[in-house]
Each structure stands twice: as C-alpha cells, then as structure tokens.
C-alpha cells in the first residue's frame, strides 16, 4: 500500500512530502493563473499576461527540474 504512495515521487527524485509540496505550488500557481485569467476576461485591460507568464513559468520549472534530475543535478 505504501507503494503506491511514493513509487511516482521516486520516479521523479522526490520523496512523499517533497513531491506533495511541489504538487500543492503548482496548483496554487495555477489557482492564481486561472483568477488572473477570469479577471481578465471580465477586465481586458488588466492581466494581460499573467496567465501565460504562469504556464510558462510552470512548464520551465517542470521541464528544468525533470532534466536535472535525469542529468544527476538534483
């Protein structure tokens, strides 16, 4: 039962909590993009670019941590 807590967590080089966290920061990040981008939707004037920023922002810490892990970086 345990494993299948932390067989994903070790796939990417973190252990339960670690990956838990990382987990909760993406989605308050994409909590925030997504009222940027309904704020926006309302208000076009205002977030223009928030919400983009934040997926980019997401996908390079993603991507970045995968390859420095792959790469023994961690």
Excluded: N
């Excluded at 966290?21 to 925030?32: H, Q, R």
């Excluded at 939707?41 to 934040?54: D, E, N, V, W």
Aim: charged letters at 20%; glycine letters at 8%.
């Amino acid at each position: 039962m345990i494993k299948a807590f932390t067989q994903h967590p070790e796939t990417v080089g973190e252990s339960y909590f670690e990956h838990l966290g990382s987990a909760w920061g993406f989605a308050a990040t994409m909590a925030v993009a997504a009222m940027a981008c309904l704020l926006h939707g309302l208000f076009p004037f205002a977030f223009q670019a928030s919400g983009s920023r934040r997926i980019r922002d997401l996908h390079e810490r993603m991507v970045t941590h995968r390859t420095a892990h792959r790469t023994g970086r961690r």
